[in-house]
């Protein structure tokens, strides 16, 4: 398997996180994703993504545990 580079393009980020490019812009112009511009290009570090995607799944998970559960009406 290819080794993962450090810092990423755009493209090979939205492949990586399993986005499109569009998805990515969107994340990009709301700066709900961490990345930074090396000239006029977006760049984004495999380690500040993967910790990203860590504290977003955490998230996820805490907000599913609290949410109560909704009772269904038996017949």
Do not use: C
Request: glycine content about 6%.
């Amino acid at each position: 398997m290819e080794r993962l580079k450090e810092v990423m393009t755009l493209r090979e980020a939205s492949q990586y996180l399993g986005v499109s490019p569009d998805t990515l812009y969107k994340y990009l112009g709301e700066k709900s994703i961490p990345a930074f511009k090396l000239g006029n290009r977006w760049r984004f570090k495999k380690g500040v993504l993967d910790r990203w995607m860590e504290r977003k799944s955490e998230r996820a998970e805490f907000a599913s545990e609290r949410r109560p559960r909704r009772l269904v009406k038996s017949r």
